[in-house]
Structures are given as C-alpha cells and as structure tokens.
C-alpha cells in the first residue's frame, strides 16, 4: 500500500511567520503536486513537481521536490490570514495506472 | 480552458434511497475522470477512476458504482445508501495534472 505521510497535521501560527510543510514517502512518484482546498470547496491546485531537487516558488510559497521523488516540502514565507487552509500533495505513481496518492492534509490556520 | 462541473452542490436523503451524482468536463477530450470521497478536514480516498468509455477501476468495495456514459461524464451511484455513505464526494480529471470539481456534500439521514 503506497502512502504519503504529511506532517504536521495541524498548524495554528501567527501572521508573519515562516512554516514548512511535509510529504513524505517510501514510493518514488513521477510527479507531485500540491494542493490548496477551502471548506465545502474543491481542492486548488497550487503547483506540479516533476523533476528530483526541483524547486519552484509561487509568490510567497516554496515548493520542493526531493531528489529521489519520494518526498516534497512546501514553505511559506510571512503567513497571511489568507494562507489559511487544508494543504494536500499528490503523488502519481511512475506505474502508469492513472492513481494519485494523496497525503493526509495539513491544516494551517493563520492567525491575524 | 477547461472546466468541471458537479451536481447537486448538496444533497439530503435518506437511509436507503438512491443516489446519483454526475460530473461533467468541458474543454478537453478522453480525460481520466476520478471519484473521490472526504471526511470532515481529511484526505481523499479514492473512489473510482477511469480511463475511457466504459472502463471504470474500482478502488473501495462498497455499495457505491460508477459509471461512464460519455467521454467527459462520469457518474456515482448507489442503489440503497447507508450512513456511512455520507461525506463530501468530488470529481477530478486528468491529463497530466488533475483539477477538482467543487464537490457535492451528501447527508444521509
């Protein structure tokens, strides 16, 4: 059974500060994603890792894919209220089989 | 662009009832198409998926099917649900990434 272990799961902090988010796995994924879901609505994606020690930031957020594809860490840079959130990554499998494995959630609460 | 449509956004029914649900996809062509269902504030277990017309895999044994009618449809259904069928249930397709619909929250009561 393949699983994506996301810690922590919760997270209360105050606007400002910087947190890090973690995936980890003992599978190797071709890609890996991160999501951002608000309650009673969909998750958003955020961003797509492909590539072992790729990194890609978007505006305050840091995405990075390890160099094995078997983890990713998401860091925020001075939280705002609006970071508030469930956090999801996604790994798909190298496979083929057209599964995503998600992670267990992060929920990050950002505190004006 | 593409776009993902789900309905109903909710649904209150009773133990025993039917269900259906259905999701459409605009603006691509032979996506895959995924259920999912969501506890409160959790992760997604994965429901259903499929890769084309007809061909669905299912992933959890439970009262619940799927169904693919047309290329950019997909359908869950139950004959007679249960309270633990209550949940929030979103539909997803992918080409390379996959994107989420804006789900249907179930209560069965």
């Known amino acids: 059974t393949q699983l994506l272990e996301q810690s922590p799961q919760f997270l209360s902090i105050q606007e400002g500060e910087n947190l890090t988010v973690y995936c980890n796995s003992s599978s190797v994924f071709s890609s890996l994603q991160w999501y951002r879901q608000e309650p009673g609505e969909g998750p958003v994606l955020l961003v797509t890792v492909v590539t072992g020690g790729e990194v890609k930031k978007l505006k305050r957020l840091t995405f990075q894919f390890g160099d094995a594809r078997k983890d990713s860490s998401l860091h925020i840079t001075a939280a705002q209220p609006g970071d508030t959130g469930l956090y999801l990554c996604?790994?798909?499998?190298?496979?083929?089989?057209?599964?995503?494995?998600f992670g267990t959630g992060t929920r990050l609460k950002v505190l004006a | 662009s593409q776009t993902i449509h789900q309905w109903p956004a909710t649904l209150v029914q009773p133990v025993g009832s039917p269900l259906s649900l259905e999701c459409t996809v605009e603006?691509?062509?032979?996506?895959?198409l995924y259920w999912y269902r969501q506890a409160a504030g959790r992760g997604l277990q994965l429901l259903f998926y499929s890769v084309g017309i007809g061909q669905i895999s299912s992933e959890v044994p439970q009262n619940l099917s799927a169904s693919r009618p047309q290329d950019r449809q997909f359908i869950l259904s139950s004959k007679k649900l249960l309270l633990s069928d209550s949940g929030f249930y979103l539909c997803?397709?992918?080409?390379?990434?996959?994107?989420f619909g804006p789900g249907t929250r179930l209560t069965v009561l």
């Open positions: 996604a790994g798909s499998l190298t496979s083929g089989t057209y599964k995503y494995i």
């Open positions: 603006g691509t062509s032979n996506p895959n």
């Open positions: 997803a397709w992918s080409a390379n990434e996959q994107f």
